[in-house]
């Protein structure tokens, strides 16, 4: 592919001279307007979602509306106060702040304290407005981990036959594929996946009415607080609803595994696309420039972002740790205030998610580079081991020192893997004093050549292409559930709550009687 062709679909003629003709110091040699998605999931992106999610203001509104619910129910406050405060937590849906009592007073007509107060009868400020941001900011992190999976899935089926080395201490280990490789970061997203949902497991879960520890006087009703914000379940004890808290840790856990992950397979990236490598290369817009170097156009500037990125997420999951390490199991600020530090990381992570799908489908593999430097890297000597095993009645260990022995004499002598003979082996048998093969040079080649590699390495989970291509699909039909599942979530949630402010409503404009 010639990635230097300018794509009419989305840069014309007139953009790019435009883009040549700008005297702009950061445009490069890349002949190419540098894409603005990068931006919008490097720094754009998290930003609006930490504003976005960590505005408390619509999540103490959502609670006042359920509690108020709640109250009326039990017979706790009468209709008219419902009907007084109905529409100033409508408005707290639509608008920035921090909520609470006081922003519900001043924005009453009357500025009524004793109205305003009673969204706040037998319950504490805290609870659970947090476990709602929260869970906010999984559900975003969570669809956006299933698009980039089924990227990822759809990029490794389009790249089964991508041949390469599969890589130990960064040397060549065994033959691979790129879709092989992809398909392995897939799989430890989708344990991340589980990990994630295991955590929202933990924070969808109510603790509005456990007072500071021990409950209130008030005949409250926690289980229907529960039902009205589309809360899985109750925290039954109110000790542990101010005093644990740990569903912070398990979120910034998770996101962190995620992290890691995504910071791992940039390296990888990074370290191919580069100029002495050159297995991969991006298409020019993605590419990094340079204020000094004319010349400058580098393919893993967009890696290093996606590693910065990552490095965030484990930075707010280590602030978050040491915030909880040696508090005492109760209400105090360094552990209730660092719901900030899963939301920004949550945040951070659906940004990293997004770079890396967005980045995908503009990554080339050179194919018959990978190749060459494949068949150069002796990784078939493994193979040949077992022939030496299984044909020619040799233990383990000696054949694995007779294979080690050739290899070591043939890069001495400059001899290419496809080119060792049977004389070779012969010869580095004589030398580490072990019985001579009776093995001819198409058994030695069959091997060294790679030629068949894929053919014989077709097991459970090998990259054999069509073994391969099986794993996918079944990776697809676990992705699908796990999407449906996303949708449950969400439509839960959403269903609850219209209904619980439809209820809300209902009693706000019911007669007076």
């Given at each position: 592919m010639n990635t230097n062709v300018n794509d009419e679909k989305n840069v014309s003629r007139k953009e790019l001279e435009a883009y040549w003709g700008d005297h702009n110091h950061r445009f490069h040699a890349a002949g190419r307007p540098p894409t603005s998605e990068w931006q919008q999931y490097f720094?754009?992106?998290?930003?609006?979602?930490?504003?976005e999610v960590y505005n408390r203001l619509w999540a103490c509104g959502l609670m006042d509306m359920a509690w108020l619910v709640m109250l009326y129910?039990?017979?706790?406050?009468?209709?008219?106060?419902?009907?007084?405060?109905?529409?100033?937590?409508?408005?707290?849906?639509?608008e920035k702040g921090w909520g609470g009592e006081d922003w519900i007073r001043q924005n009453l007509p009357d500025h009524d304290e004793d109205v305003a107060s009673a969204v706040n009868y037998g319950r504490t400020l805290q609870e659970p407005m947090g476990r709602i941001m929260m869970r906010e900011g999984i559900m975003?992190?969570?669809?956006?981990?299933?698009?980039?999976?089924?990227?990822?899935?759809?990029?490794?089926?389009?790249?089964?036959?991508?041949?390469?080395a599969g890589h130990s201490h960064r040397a060549h280990a065994q033959p691979t594929t790129w879709g092989a490789y992809l398909l392995a970061v897939h799989d430890q997203l989708a344990r991340g996946e589980e990990q994630l949902e295991l955590a929202f497991r933990h924070v969808n879960r109510n603790t509005g009415g456990c007072g500071a520890c021990s409950g209130t006087g008030w005949p409250v009703d926690r289980e229907r607080i529960t039902e009205l914000l589309g809360f899985d379940d109750t925290v039954e004890l109110t000790y542990d609803c101010e005093g644990s808290m740990d569903d912070h840790l398990t979120t910034l856990f998770a996101a962190a595994n995620i992290a890691v992950t995504l910071g791992r397979t940039a390296t990888d990236h990074n370290n191919w696309v580069s100029e002495d490598v050159s297995l991969f290369t991006t298409d020019m817009e993605w590419r990094g420039c340079s204020s000094f170097m004319p010349q400058k156009a580098h393919a893993g500037s967009y890696f290093e972002r996606l590693r910065i990125i990552s490095n965030r997420v484990l930075g707010q999951m280590q602030t978050g740790m040491l915030n909880y390490h040696n508090e005492p199991i109760q209400d105090v600020l360094p552990v209730y205030m660092s719901e900030e530090y899963v939301i920004t990381a949550l945040a951070q992570l659906e940004g990293a998610l997004g770079m890396l799908r967005i980045i995908l489908p503009h990554i080339h593999p050179d194919r018959k580079r990978m190749w060459k430097l494949l068949r150069e890297g002796y990784s078939g000597a493994p193979d040949l081991a077992i022939v030496l095993v299984r044909e020619k009645g040799y233990g383990g260990r000696a054949a694995h020192r007779i294979c080690a022995t050739m290899v070591r004499i043939a890069r001495e002598r400059g001899i290419p893997?496809?080119?060792?003979?049977?004389?070779?082996?012969?010869?580095?048998?004589?030398?580490?004093?072990?019985?001579?093969?009776?093995?001819?040079?198409?058994?030695?080649?069959?091997?060294?050549?790679?030629?068949?590699?894929?053919e014989k390495h077709n097991n459970l989970g090998d990259p054999n292409p069509q073994e391969t291509l099986r794993l996918i699909e079944r990776r697809r039909q676990a992705h699908e559930e796990a999407r449906l599942r996303q949708t449950e979530r969400r439509n839960r949630i959403e269903n609850a709550i219209a209904a619980m402010k439809k209820r809300l409503h209902a009693i706000a404009c019911a007669p007076t009687e």
């Open positions: 720094g754009t992106l998290p930003k609006q979602r930490v504003e129910e039990r017979g706790l406050v009468d209709r008219e106060t419902v009907a007084k405060l109905e529409p100033v937590l409508e408005k707290s849906m639509t975003y992190a969570l669809e956006e981990l299933q698009c980039t999976r089924a990227c990822l899935l759809d990029t490794a089926a389009e790249n089964v036959d991508t041949v390469m893997p496809y080119e060792c003979s049977a004389a070779l082996l012969q010869e580095a048998a004589r030398i580490s004093n072990d019985r001579i093969p009776d093995i001819t040079d198409g058994e030695v080649y069959d091997c060294m050549g790679l030629e068949h590699f894929f």
